[in-house]
């Protein structure tokens, strides 16, 4: 059987749906079950990465050291897992203390066009004999020769496997076939693929992911994750296992995982709102989506509209600060149609 190496996202991009409010019990809870259920990495950290907690994008219960050392204490089979995104996360203040709390496994992400600012992060986790994933966000934003300009840098830095992320839920089966054969065939590296389901394509797009040459494929327990939620994992690994993709995890306890998440983790169970798909139609990062709704019923303005003009605006994450601009000046031109 082909081998399909999963990871899981669920304490990680999770953590957008309840604004970054993880508990120690929640981590240690669920960290203990994935570890069960033989999860190879496990995820663990702000939404948005290592360092990122902040008034902009949200501030986490936790700080990074709690949260990473509190999943490390529970996982002894499952890697430990951290997102980051450079000027968010930096080499002295955020990496090297994470390597001393038993990181394993560094993804390390930028905007689709920009890995060049993934260098030094990359590199230095390879000095220090830590696995080094490149991660190219909302990369429905680029062409599959653009993004393949972008994976070999990342292959050039030291990178051991590229995965590719739709950040906003935007991709359909045929983007992601084109995408993911494009870099197989090309890199030398493993590539992996990260859903978002805001058109209801998280588990499609997965599946053509790994159809098309990904080894390497994120999940979420019950889609727990930005927007309208991520590929739900435990739905992965019951399809892969079913089209004949092994994936080394115990389904029945991964169904207990997954239910320690709906019950006492999630605030609710993801699913595709207005919201939410109109965030994938309009390609805005789905981890915007509390932040919009927020700013709508402030300014009186609908989140929809916000959303397009976001989309038009090609704002990615990390300019949230954009969101209530445009609900301004949204509220600002209703307000002079009426006058």
Known sequence: MKKVIISDATLRDGSHAISHQLTKAQITKYAQAADKAGLPIVEVGHGNGLGASS???GLSLLDDREMLETARASLTRSKLGIHIIPGFAT???D??????YGVDVVRVASHCTEADITERHISYTREQGREAYGVLMMSHMASREVLLDEGLKMQSYGAE????MDSAGAYLPTDVQDRISHLVANLNIPVGFHAHNNLGMGIANSITAVEAGAQII???SRGFGAGAGNAQLEVLVAVFEKLGFSTGIDLYKMLDAADIVEKEIMQSTP????VSLVSGLSGVFSGFAKHVSLAAKEYGVDPRDIFFELGRRKVVGGQEDKIVEVALELREKTEARTK
């Open 91 to 93: 080499i002295n203040n």
């Open 55 to 57: 008034l902009q994008v």
């Open 95 to 100: 990496l090297k203390f994470a390597f001393d």
């Open 271 to 274: 699913c595709v709102t207005s």
């Open 218 to 220: 994120d999940g979420a």
């Open 161 to 164: 496997a590229l995965i590719i």
